[in-house]
Structures are given as C-alpha cells and as structure tokens.
C-alpha cells in the first residue's frame, strides 16, 4: 500500500478506515493531504475485499478545520487552478459507501467533506460550519450546492453568509447529520453502521448510491430514468437470486458482489 504523510488507512474486516493525521494543524487540509486522501479512496474503491469506507480525523479537536489557510495565503486564481483542487472531483467519484466520523471542528473544506460522504455520525462537541466569508472567500469544495440541496435556501444562506458554526444537534434535527453519538463514540458507531453496510450486496449498494445521487444532479425526469435502469439491471445480478430466493427459503442470504 502506498505511503502517506498526512492520513492513515486502516482495514477492520470489510471497512476501510481513512483518518485525516495533521492532529496539530486540526487537520487542515493541505493540497497534499487531499491528494493522499483521494488517491487512498480511490484504491480503497477498486479493492473487491473493502464494502464501505469510514473518514475520520484524528486527535480529539477536528474532523477538519478546512482548507489549509497558511498554504492559500499567498495564492493567486492560477495557483488555484493548477494547485490540484480537482482532487475533490476525485473524491465525488468514490462509488462505494462513505461514512464521516466527526467528532470536533469540521469547518470550510473539513465541512464539505463530510458533505461528500453519504452518512454523517457525529460525537456531541462536533461544530460544523463555513467560515470562508470570514477570510474573504466562499466556499470552493461545493459547500454552497450541497448544503443548498440539503439544508434549503435559508440555513444555507445563514451558514455561508455568517459563517458561524453549528452542533451537530442542530444539523440532526435538520437532516444533516444522522447520528449524533456521546464525545468520542463516533468512530465506533460510525463502524457499527460501516459493517451492517458491509453486509449489504455490494453492486446494489453501489447502484442505490448512484441512484440517489442523482436526485441531486438531475430532473426528477433523468432521476427516475436512471433509478429504473439500475433497479432493472440489478436484476442481472446473483446477489439478486440469492436475495430473493433466501427470502422464499426462509434463510438469510449470502450476497457474493457478483
Ligand atoms: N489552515 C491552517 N492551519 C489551521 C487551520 C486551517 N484551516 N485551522 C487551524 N489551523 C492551525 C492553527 O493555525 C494552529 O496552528 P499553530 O498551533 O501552528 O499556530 C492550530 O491549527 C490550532 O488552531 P488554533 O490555535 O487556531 O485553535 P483554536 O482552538 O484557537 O481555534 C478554530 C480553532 C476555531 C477551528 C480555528 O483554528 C479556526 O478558525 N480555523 C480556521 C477555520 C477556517 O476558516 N476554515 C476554512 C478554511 S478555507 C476553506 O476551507 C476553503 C474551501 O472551501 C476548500
């Protein structure tokens, strides 16, 4: 496996772990530290042996306090755009299941990569927020779109304009989190959800994944086409017959990912 310098990646059982390791610096993320990142996601999507992948961060004060600020200081448009950002885009692509374990900061970048994940579990201290404003900026890891898309018009704007940070209370009752868990339990729960997960069959799980991202990125009309093409060629698959006749054989299935 690779060698990194600013995350670790671990294995337990069908359960990749990633954890962002700059505990000093809250994490921060600094072009290199999202390239390690999407580069270890991307290796955990292609390995057949890994169902689901948890991100977490370490130390006991962030998930991830964003973007690296003493790196962009100095920076100028081209910078940026040559700088690496599209490792984001990397990180959009992930077809397996990603799951955040928040515990602390997860402001600006560490805020919007929780929002790349598709499950939130959250320790009580976890703060969430956007505070780009407050250095001149605004979001640029796609804060804006999918807090919109998740929170609404009106706590977007709340989030992004003010940039002030919110409990992960708040953000559960809203829909943002879905688990907020006593300080310091987010990894295990995060891990409890990862290998129920794992259990699921795997080309399902990826198609269903696929499926309801796309209600974010499409008409309603595209959205129910592409959902239908991938119920119907689901049903191609063995996991479906073992499934279905585990289901009639009163048994419980043994999904094979094929
Ligand atoms: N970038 C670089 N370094 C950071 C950082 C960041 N985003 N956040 C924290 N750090 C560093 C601090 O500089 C400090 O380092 P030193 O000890 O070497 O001075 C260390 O981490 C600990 O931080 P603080 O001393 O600031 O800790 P605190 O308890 O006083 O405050 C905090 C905690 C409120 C999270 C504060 O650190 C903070 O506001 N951080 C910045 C949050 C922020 O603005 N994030 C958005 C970044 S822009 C972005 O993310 C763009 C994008 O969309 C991709």
Redesign the pocket.
């Given at each position: 496996m690779a060698e990194y310098q600013y995350i670790l990646v671990e294995r337990d059982e069908r359960v990749g772990i990633v954890t962002l390791n700059r505990p000093?610096?809250?994490n921060?993320?600094n072009t290199q530290l999202v390239a390690e990142l999407s580069t270890a996601l991307e290796d955990l999507d292609r390995d057949e042996a890994i169902r689901c992948i948890v991100i977490t961060g370490a130390g006991e004060?962030?998930f991830a306090?964003?973007?690296?600020?003493?790196?962009?200081a100095d920076k100028s448009p081209i910078d940026m755009l040559l700088g690496g950002f599209e490792a984001w885009e990397r990180i959009r692509r992930i077809k397996k299941p990603l799951i955040a374990a928040v515990n602390g900061?997860a402001?600006?970048?560490?805020c919007?990569l929780a929002l790349h994940c598709d499950i939130i579990v959250a320790s009580e201290n976890a703060r969430f927020g956007?505070?780009?404003i407050?250095?001149g900026?605004?979001?640029?890891?796609g804060?804006t779109q999918r807090l919109a898309r998740t929170l609404g018009k009106y706590r977007t704007m709340e989030m992004v304009l003010l940039g002030n940070q919110i409990s992960a209370r708040e953000l559960a009752e809203l829909g943002l989190v879905n688990r907020v868990v006593p300080q310091g339990e987010h990894l295990k729960e995060a891990l409890k959800i990862a290998k129920e997960l794992a259990e699921r069959p795997p080309i399902a799980i990826r198609l269903a994944k696929e499926a309801v991202l796309a209600a974010f990125e499409t008409s309603l009309e595209e959205g129910l086409e592409a959902e239908r093409k991938n119920f119907f060629l689901l049903f191609a698959s063995e996991d479906k017959r073992e499934g279905m006749r585990a289901f009639l054989e009163k048994r419980r299935a043994q999904f094979q990912g094929r």
């Open positions: 000093t610096k809250l921060a993320l004060r962030a306090a964003g973007a690296d600020i003493e790196e962009m900061y402001l600006g970048g560490g919007e956007q505070p780009e407050l250095l900026i605004i979001p640029g890891a804060g």
